[in-house]
Structure formats: structure tokens, C-alpha cells
């Protein structure tokens, strides 16, 4: 059974950095591509970031494109979220998702999410 | 950026009853369409993907129809655990969600 679970959440300043990670574990992690999606307390979900399962194509949200790096390593089953330049409205549970398919595109599992809080 | 809309934003239903939910995109985005569901506190859970095609251990009575800017989503006869959140999200370029469809008793 594939398995996803998210850590490096927490409280930040406006304007500090954060780094994520999730690791999985039950499938054969490098055949699949790997997104981030965030959820506002009361909001839908948002597409964050994804990368293809070779990590050689990534992709990003125009809300984050430039302040957020999407990385993965197949050789540890994880993947990470480098999050500069947070702002308040970055503020969200962070869940990560596995893909379908080896580009981003559909996710049929879920972790349990970490929680980003950015405040003074 | 291709922006789904969803509506109704809220379906008032009762247990038995036949939901249909709508996603409509802003452009064309031929069959490249999932609808996940929200329960209070969970993450969403993959219903139907490429418009049609149900998840694994996802039961027969959801359903997902259309084609280029217009999907719906049926559930037959909703049991109790059906009372949630749905969203759909496109894969026609980089992903993008709807806004939700709660549909409550």
C-alpha cells in the first residue's frame, strides 16, 4: 500500500524559509511523478509544484514560481519543497501527492499534510 | 491558467437521492478531467480520472461524464458517507482544481 508522509512544517516569520519532505514508502517511488498541493484554512485545494518521476521535468504555480524549489531523490524515496520568501498568504496545510502517471498531472495518494504557518 | 468553474456550490440532498455535479474550464481541455472528494479533516481522495475512468476501490455508483469544457460528475444514490466536498482538476496543463461542490444533507 503506498504511503506518503509529510514533515518540516511549522511556524515562520514573513520573509523566512521553510524545507518540507516527504517519503514514501509501498511503491517503486522513481516510476512516478511527485506533486505539493496546499489547502487555506476554509479553501480548495491548490496545485503547488510538481515534478515529473525523473525529475526532469518541473513544474509551479505562478503564486510561488521563484520563491519555491521542487526537488526529489529516488535514491531515498523522498521528496522536498524549498520555500523562500514566505508570505502570509502562503499559509496552508501542504499535502504531498503521488502521481498516476510520470508527469504531474492526477494524484491517487495523499499524505496526512504538514501545516505552514507564516506570521509575526 | 485554466480556470474550472463548479456549481452548484452547494447541493442539499438526502440519503438515496441523485447528485450531479458540474466542472466547467475556461478553455478546452479535451478528456483531462478528475473529481476528488473532501471529508472534514482528510485529504481528498481520487474518484474519477481522464473524465471517466473510476480510482481504485472507488464504488459504481460514481460516475464521470463530457468532453472539452464541460464534465459532470453523478453519484447514482448517495449513501451517508457521500455528504462531503468535490473537486475537480484538470491535467490539459499544469494542474489546476475547482472551487467545490459541497454537497450536504
Known amino acids: 500500500e503506498a504511503q506518503l508522509s509529510e514533515s518540516g512544517g511549522g511556524l515562520v516569520q514573513p520573509g523566512g524559509s521553510l524545507r518540507l519532505s516527504c517519503e514514501a514508502s509501498?511503491?517503486?517511488?522513481?516510476?512516478?511523478?511527485m506533486s505539493w498541493v496546499r489547502q487555506a484554512p476554509g479553501k480548495g485545494p491548490e496545485w503547488v509544484a510538481g515534478i515529473s518521476n525523473s525529475g526532469g521535468r518541473i513544474g509551479y504555480a505562478d503564486s510561488v514560481q521563484g520563491r519555491f524549489t521542487i526537488s526529489r531523490d529516488n535514491s531515498k524515496n523522498t521528496m522536498y519543497l524549498q520555500m523562500n520568501r514566505l508570505r502570509a498568504e502562503d499559509t496552508a496545510i501542504y499535502y504531498c501527492?503521488?502521481?498516476?502517471?510520470?508527469?504531474?498531472?492526477?494524484?491517487?495518494?495523499w499524505g496526512r499534510g504538514t501545516v505552514v504557518t507564516v506570521s509575526s | 491558467e485554466i480556470v474550472l468553474t463548479q456549481s452548484p456550490a452547494t447541493l442539499s440532498l438526502s440519503p438515496g437521492e441523485r447528485a450531479t455535479l458540474s466542472c466547467r474550464a475556461s478553455q478546452s481541455i479535451q478528456h483531462y478531467l478528475a473529481w476528488y472528494q473532501q471529508r472534514p479533516g482528510q485529504a481528498p481522495r481520487l474518484l474519477i480520472y481522464d473524465t471517466s475512468a473510476r480510482a481504485a476501490g472507488v464504488p459504481a455508483r460514481f460516475s464521470g461524464s463530457g468532453s472539452g469544457t464541460d464534465f459532470t460528475l453523478t453519484i447514482t444514490a448517495l449513501e451517508p458517507e457521500d455528504f462531503a466536498v468535490y473537486y475537480c482538476q484538470q491535467r490539459r496543463s499544469w494542474p489546476t482544481f475547482g472551487g467545490g461542490t459541497k454537497v450536504e444533507i
Open positions: 509501498g511503491f517503486t517511488f522513481s516510476t512516478y511523478a
Open positions: 501527492a503521488k502521481d498516476l502517471w510520470t508527469i504531474p498531472g492526477g494524484f491517487d495518494c
